[in-house]
């Protein structure tokens, strides 16, 4: 049985590698150009002829491709913040695929896994699934199929990598706000002025205005209708409500 990498009651509410990107953002504010290309595809196999036909089959239609011939060394080598997909064989001597699988999930990776196998049962494929792998799939096997089902999954992998940037950037453009200033900006998107935001929050108009300018200024937002954008981003990813937001300062 594998032992839990993580301390228990760690405060943080992101998994290791989301936290890691909030990191990253921090000095990157995107990390789109860097990654859009990167596609690698991770084949883990104590057989190395099995790694050499895959490497050859993956590469025919153009992504990068590592091989491993362990679960150990994989785990020393990969980045896990890059996008693709690992093809992982479900028994190798050591750590096996569905140990090292599980290793993954606990250390919050979640790049999409396809097992293969040539000593497949329904136990196996079940508890793979179960644990959110793409597919289970028994040697021998249509080159096709392996190929359509990467495809399938790194498509996904982006499409998930991408949802999350957009969130961190999101919550990296709020997270300086105050709780009058999410307030002010709930109102502000809603249609009301300054006067009638000041007259809400027994503020004067000047005060208003000083909190519309720091929330422009904050958020990175240049008109309204950036602001407006901002907040339905936020709410759509539960980062922001005037009552419970859930990046601010006290007032």
Request: proline share 4%; glycine share 6%.
């Amino acid at each position: 049985m594998i032992s839990k990498r993580h301390a228990e009651g760690q405060s943080s509410p992101y998994p290791k590698v989301v936290a890691l990107m909030m990191t990253i953002l921090e000095t990157k504010p995107s990390l789109k150009s860097g990654l859009e290309d990167e596609i690698t595809v991770y084949v883990v196999d104590d057989d190395p002829a099995v790694c050499n036909s895959l490497r050859w089959l993956i590469e025919s239609v153009g992504y990068e491709v590592e091989t491993f011939n362990s679960a150990r060394t994989f785990l020393d080598s990969f980045d896990p913040c890059g996008r693709g997909c690992v093809v992982l064989d479900v028994r190798m001597p050591g750590l096996n695929g569905l140990d090292l699988h599980e290793q993954l999930i606990e250390d919050g990776v979640s790049m999409p896994v396809i097992f293969i196998t040539g000593h497949g049962d329904v136990r196996m494929a079940v508890e793979a699934m179960k644990n959110g792998a793409v597919d289970f799939i028994e040697k021998p096997f249509r080159d096709q199929h392996l190929l359509d089902c990467l495809q399938d999954a790194i498509q996904a992998h982006r499409d998930s990598y991408d949802e999350q940037e957009e969130r961190l950037e999101t919550a990296r453009r709020l997270r300086e706000l105050t709780k009058r200033e999410h307030e002010v900006l709930d109102l502000l998107v809603e249609g009301y002025t300054n006067a009638q935001i000041a007259e809400r929050f027994e503020l004067s108009v000047k005060t208003v205005e000083a909190h519309r300018s720091n929330i422009r200024r904050k958020t990175d937002c240049t008109t309204a209708a950036d602001l407006v954008n901002l907040v339905h981003k936020a709410k759509r990813f539960g980062l922001h409500t005037a009552k419970h937001p859930r990046f601010s300062r006290k007032s």
